[in-house]
């Protein structure tokens, strides 16, 4: 990526703070929302406009309401809360266990008792469509070898691994002053993991339906994770005891979604005369 350019003082916009560089222009930095931001070429962001190299948000299709959708089989312990729908394609519905205890609100249960359903067999044709629509080129790539996004402030863009992303701890998405905010997290050959009490947030922003998660083999949330976005896993998806997602979706492509005292709110887009902003 180029050399981030630089901003006159008409530029920038309120809170940002001037630094002089000796005739070198003035680069106004809002800190606090740049941290664990190495120079990845934020030229627009800097200049009180919107990250330069935006990602785009996917096609959902019919795969839209669904909260969570499996491929060979869902299984739910304990009492689990879907908010959306759940379904199951090419797998039966024998393969779906666990309701109830397990509940489905605000939704249906699509599973076909002889044949697959027709409305998850969309939504799978769907979700695979958005899977290839998530591989798009990457804002910043990180090094070979698992990165733990724990404590990261990230604005929107799309972030990749070469392997696998973990969270432990607090992944804080900052919209900053983009109005529609997306960002992407691929990782095409490995896995998504999540420690123990590990929280993904959004700041800045009233929308939180456009966080995404292309993972290239399977995902697990730790327990007592609280998840942002939609993960669309290639084969599996597992939730521990009592991980949630509370805004998207658990879509497994090939294989199985596994639960254990979950919540998993499909997400609804807030309309954008709804949406408020804090400026520091």
Known sequence: MG?????????????WRQTDHSGKGRIGMKLK?????????????LCGGSLALAATAPPLGTAQSFAVLG????????????TGDLGIAPGLLSSVTGFPPGTVVG??????????DPV????????????G??????DITYPAGNKDLGGEVLLPGVYCSTSSFSLTGTLTLDAGVDPNPVWIFKMPLSTLTTATDSVVQVI???????VYWRVGSSATLGTRTSFIGTI?????????DNADIIAGRAIALTGAVTLDTNTVTVCVPVPVELMTFSAD
């Open 107 to 116: 939704g249906a249960i699509y599973a076909g008792a002889v044949s697959p």
């Open 33 to 45: 929302h740049v941290r664990n931001l190495a120079s990845v070429g934020l030229a627009a962001f």
């Open 120 to 131: 998850a067999t969309g939504a799978q044709a769907s979700a695979s469509t958005a899977f």
């Open 204 to 210: 800045n922003s009233s929308q939180h339906c456009d």
């Open 3 to 15: 050399r981030p350019q630089e901003c006159t003082g008409a530029e920038q916009g309120p809170g």
């Open 133 to 138: 629509a998530l591989d798009q080129p990457c």
């Open 232 to 240: 669309i896993a290639d084969t599996s998806i597992s939730l521990t």
């Open 71 to 82: 491929a060979t089989a869902v299984s739910n312990t304990g009492t689990s809360v879907i």
